[in-house]
T-cell receptor, first 114, second 114 residues
């Protein structure tokens, strides 16, 4: 395992509340990613980071923001949660960001927005 | 444009029989191709990857996949299924397009019957 943890592992929240998910890695990988997993869609990239304080949007970034103040931590924030953001969220890391590089995944956070 | 299609959403086999999980891709660039496995309530784990070296790729737990450019396929096989192979499997394509893009298939759930 690449030493990736996510917290919390499960969360139930109400529409309109802010939610922050945390990803922590011990591998000193430069790149970190947040994905959401929904049935029939595989994984879709929300945001990624290519270094401390360096982030960029993925394909489904609306309604999400991220921050990376340390190499090992990557936070995903839902400013005002909606029911459409009910999903399983995965954090991943990689050494480089080129075709062929392996991504290492955390165990996931199951988020339910009521 | 790049895309990946997993041709079966569910596959059911008996223990000891061969496994075939099918994946077709579309890419205007030379792709790297991956298969990841996800066991229940776990993150994704790399099974194997193709990065333009040998077209027959061997992975962990007896799985292998063959890159067939003429058929744009990267099917995953295993000669003899084990109960522990029951999981969801994701085919992934990544390309350098001037930027970088990773696309996940929708997943194939493998059931193994005793």
């Amino acid at each position: 395992d690449a030493g990736i943890t996510q917290s919390p592992r499960h969360k139930v929240t109400e529409t309109g509340t802010p939610v922050t998910l945390r990803c922590h890695q011990t591998e000193n990988h430069r790149y970190m990613y947040w994905y959401r997993q929904d049935p029939g869609h595989g994984l879709r990239l929300i945001h990624y980071s290519y270094g401390v304080k360096d982030t960029d949007k993925g394909e489904v970034s609306d309604g999400y923001s991220v921050s990376r103040s340390k190499t090992e931590d990557f936070l995903l924030t839902l400013e005002s949660a909606t029911s459409s953001q009910t999903s399983v969220y995965f954090c991943a890391t990689s050494v480089v960001r080129i075709s062929g590089d392996t991504q290492y995944f955390g165990p996931g956070t199951r988020l339910t927005v009521l | 444009a790049q895309s990946v299609t997993q041709l079966d959403s569910h596959v059911s086999v008996s223990e000891g029989t061969p496994v075939l999980l099918r994946c077709n891709y579309s890419s205007s660039y030379s792709p790297s191709l991956f298969w990841y496995v996800q066991h229940p309530n776990k993150g994704l784990q790399l099974l194997l990857k193709y990065t333009s070296a040998a077209t027959l790729v061997k992975g962990i737990n007896g799985f292998e996949a063959e890159f067939k450019k003429s058929e744009t396929s990267f099917h995953l096989t295993k000669p003899s299924a084990h109960m522990s192979d029951a999981a969801e499997y994701f085919c992934v394509v990544s390309v350098n397009t001037g930027g970088f893009k990773t696309i996940f298939g929708a997943g194939t759930r493998l059931f193994v019957k005793a």
